[in-house]
C-alpha cells in the first residue's frame, strides 16, 4: 500500500512538472526541437538527462546531452564560426514560487508562446560551478553557461520546478537553431516548508493544478 501510495504521489509531481512547462515553456509538442527523427547531416541536441518531468529530492543535477552531426570544438572556442563545429549553450531557470494571476493567465493563453514568464537564471558561479565562472568572464551570467563538453553540473540548487535550454552554439558562441528543453523539479529538503505566497499570488504548485 505505502509503495503504491509513493508511486501515485510520484506521477502526480511529474504531471504537475510537466504541466508548468506549458507556462514557463518546454513542452513536448512545443519546444522540443529533436522530437522527430533527425534528418540525416542536420545537427541535433537531445538531453539524455534529466529526463522531461523528472522529480529529485537531490539538490544537484548532471546534465548530459547527445549530439548528433555536430563536434564540439575547444581549440577553436570564441573563434570564427566553422561548419558543424562549436559549443554548447546551457540555461537553467527557475520557475517562481509564486505566480501573478494574471501574468500566468496570459501565459496560458498566449498561442505562441510569447507571453511566457521567464524565471531566474541559475548560470552563475554559485550554481553553475566553473561553467558558471566562465560565463562571468565572458559576460553570459544569467543568460547562459558555456560549456564544450556535452555535459554540465549544477549544485546547490533551491526546490522548485525548473526548465532546462540546451542549444547548440557556433565557435564565437552565436546561437544556432538546433536545441532541446526539458523541465523537472527539485523537492523540499525533509522538515522544510514553503513560504505561503503573498495575497492575490497562486504558487508554482497550483499553477500546476490549473493547467492539469
Known amino acids: 500500500m505505502r509503495l503504491r501510495k509513493a508511486t501515485l504521489a510520484a506521477l502526480v509531481l511529474t504531471g504537475a512538472a510537466v504541466a508548468l512547462a506549458i507556462v514557463f515553456g ?3 509538442e512545443t519546444d522540443r526541437a529533436t522530437a522527430a527523427e533527425p534528418t540525416p547531416g542536420v545537427p541535433t541536441v537531445s538531453i539524455v538527462s534529466p529526463r522531461n518531468g523528472e522529480v ?10 547527445d549530439l548528433e552531426s555536430f563536434e564540439l570544438a575547444p581549440r577553436n572556442f570564441r573563434s570564427e564560426p566553422q561548419l558543424g563545429e562549436g559549443a554548447i549553450r546551457f540555461s537553467l531557470n527557475r520557475v517562481p514560487n509564486c505566480v501573478n494571476p494574471s501574468k500566468l493567465k496570459k501565459a496560458i493563453s ?9 524565471g531566474a537564471s541559475m548560470d552563475f558561479p554559485k550554481y553553475a560551478g566553473p561553467n558558471g565562472i566562465l560565463a562571468e568572464e565572458l559576460g553570459t551570467a544569467g543568460s547562459f553557461s558555456p560549456a564544450t563538453r ?4 549544477y549544485h546547490e540548487l533551491p526546490p522548485g520546478f525548473y526548465r532546462l535550454t540546451v542549444t547548440l552554439a557556433q565557435n564565437n ?7 532541446d528543453v526539458t523541465n523537472f523539479q527539485i523537492l523540499q529538503k525533509p522538515g522544510h516548508h514553503q ?3 503573498p495575497a492575490g499570488y497562486v504558487s508554482s504548485a497550483k499553477a500546476a493544478e490549473k493547467l492539469e
Open 110 to 118: 498566449s498561442p505562441l508562446g510569447n507571453e511566457r514568464l521567464t
Open 56 to 65: 529529485q529530492a537531490n539538490h544537484a543535477v548532471v546534465v548530459k546531452v
Open 173 to 179: 558562441l552565436s546561437t544556432t537553431p538546433y536545441h
Open 26 to 28: 518546454g513542452g513536448e
Open 195 to 197: 513560504k505561503k505566497c
Open 150 to 153: 556535452p555535459e554540465i553540473f
